[in-house]
């Protein structure tokens, strides 16, 4: 990105307005570019600082940080709303700052993130995919769906997607069987049955695939209510220990997904056939501390429960929630990292 001498001149005062004393902007900068100000500039005055880090950042071909950063900070100073104004949706995907307010009342909005304006504005979230797509990269796709199952019941009531993470344990979200945090979830396993290979095929239906019901025994190793970390921690019966064409994804807790990352998701949206989501650069933020990540792809009812994929195909979060728009969604994810910390025993 540059900018003319122009440009760099309303966005040197835009700054100045935004973060009147040298201290205010030398905080900005390190705590959220991680930037040391003094090591940038040796300006004698503010302007000569301001003016130092501009050129600075151009030249290092990191203005759009330094634009982004100002802005997120200091979103309502209106010198800074006018320089930012003509390029706003670029800045939009920077700014989504979301809300955590688990205390609602019925599931279906279980995340609070910051409205957008308009529909426009979540359609320029979503970067053009690349025309080609390497071949690797879509065998390495289609081996990982076949740790993806559909998850039903009996009456073929479909209630949404899982993963395999195990020989015969199956990841998925606790408020599929559990809409009420004082219903008892083993009141469902019963009638629960899990279909893996669920695929389109040339003929245009639906591939027979595999069908598992739970282990009889211990349905439920461990779980999660909705308002922690939604997950459910499911025991397949050993008939599926016969299947060579099941395999459990690969998941890694050292590798945690970073921002601006890509995400990648294996779904069975409204319970259709299995269906991939990719984004090359989904992810918008990641919240180790309460075990959350926020990322921009295209799901639908269905999808809860979907495992999120980062771009080597392990498995990094599930998918949960979602703030709709008519070009796609604002999703929300829980770290595999965290729900591994619970689950750890059962994975030996």
Not at 50 to 65: G, H, S
Not at 219 to 237: G, R
Not at 245 to 269: E, S, T, Y
């Amino acid at each position: 990105m540059k900018l003319t001498g122009k440009q760099r001149k309303q966005l040197r005062q835009a700054i100045i307005s935004a973060y009147p004393n040298p201290s205010d902007l030398e905080m900005m900068v390190s705590e959220e570019l991680e930037w040391n100000l003094s090591t940038i500039t040796l300006g004698q005055n503010y302007n000569k600082i301001v003016f130092d880090l501009i050129e600075w950042t151009q030249a290092k071909n990191k203005l759009e940080d330094i634009i982004c950063a100002a802005y997120r900070v200091a979103p309502d100073n209106e010198d800074l709303q006018q320089f930012c104004q003509p390029i706003i949706r670029r800045l939009e995907e920077f700014i989504i700052q979301p809300t955590y307010n688990r205390d609602y009342g019925e599931f279906g909005s279980p995340i609070n993130l910051s409205e957008l304006k308009s529909d426009r504005q979540l359609e320029s979230l979503f970067k053009p995919e690349p025309n080609l797509l390497d071949v690797g990269f879509l065998r390495r796709a289609v081996d990982r769906a076949s740790s993806v199952c559909r998850i039903e019941l009996s009456d073929g009531r479909i209630l949404g997607t899982g993963v395999l993470i195990s020989n015969q344990l199956v990841l998925t979200n606790y408020h599929l069987l559990c809409l009420e945090e004082e219903k008892d979830s083993t009141l469902n396993t019963d009638n629960l049955i899990l279909k893996f290979g669920c695929y389109s095929s040339e003929s245009g239906y639906e591939t027979q695939g595999y069908t598992f019901q739970l282990d009889s025994q211990t349905p439920i190793l461990s779980s999660s209510h909705t308002n922690k970390l939604d997950y459910l921690l499911l025991q397949v019966e050993p008939k599926i220990l016969q299947v060579s064409d099941i395999k459990p994804a690969p998941w890694d807790i050292d590798v945690l997904p970073q921002r601006r990352m890509g995400i990648n998701i294996l779904q069975h949206p409204e319970g259709d056939s299995m269906k991939i989501a990719i984004s090359s650069n989904g992810v918008r933020e990641v919240y180790e501390n309460i075990g959350l990540i926020q990322y921009v792809s295209r799901t639908s009812g269905g999808s809860s429960g979907s495992p999120c994929f980062n771009e080597d195909w392990e498995v990094v979060a599930l998918h949960h929630a979602q703030r709709a728009g008519s070009f796609g969604k604002i999703c929300e994810g829980i770290l595999f990292r965290s729900i591994y910390q619970e689950i750890s025993s059962y994975l030996k």
